[in-house]
């Protein structure tokens, strides 16, 4: 089974199966009946939130289906799981049957792209990632700094072109005065069919070096850099 099963009765271990043993790395099944208590599976810093949930339950109070805590394996090392319980007769007395999900994976993938993001976040570059359907996934700070004016663009869902037609209504590109209609449909075309890096320059007289790429999903990533103060010293050389 993938599932751990744990039955326990005020937090005395009574049965575990193979599974929950692989899952906290016990070298038998008797290892784990023999500790003083389910608390011991759970991390110092969780377990406070771990003897709340129980006593919550054994009170007949709502509690969540499923909870997550941070884990010890029998070496010291870190196990994430997701939990969820039910009370059940064993040997003719009531008990807890807890089923348990290792969620190790899941969670280094979610810390990943979270200090992915935080380093996104924290670059010059202006970075956004649209999905197969052209809808924005993720955006960083500094394109929700260059585009301000238009942040309600900038939620995820809104489509590549629901954001390029705020654009040519509030601090549009010089080259869309007077014909906005084909600026966006040229704009569009370029977003769907990426080449060569290209320059943008706005009415707030911004200048903009934007690269964009297909991904292999059909996901397209658009990266930016702010080039305002290049153009301006080349003006002044020339």
Known sequence: S????LVHRDLKPLYANKA???IFGYRSIEDIINIESIADLVDDEEKDAMLRLVQARSEGKETPAYSEFKGVRADGSTVWFE???RPIRWDGEM???ATVMDTSERHRVVETQRRLVTAIDGVAEIVSIYDADDKLIYCNEMLRQI?????DTLQPGVTFEERIRAAVTKNKPIDAVGREDAWVEERLNRHRNP????EITRQDGSTLLLREQKMADGSTISIGTDITQNRKMEEQIR
Request: hydrophobic share 45%.
């Open 20 to 22: 929950l043993q692989d």
């Open 95 to 97: 008990a807890i049957q």
């Open 83 to 85: 939990s969820s319980a």
């Open 195 to 198: 080449g060569q890096p290209f």
């Open 2 to 5: 993938l599932q751990g099963i």
């Open 147 to 151: 585009e301000h004016l238009i942040l």
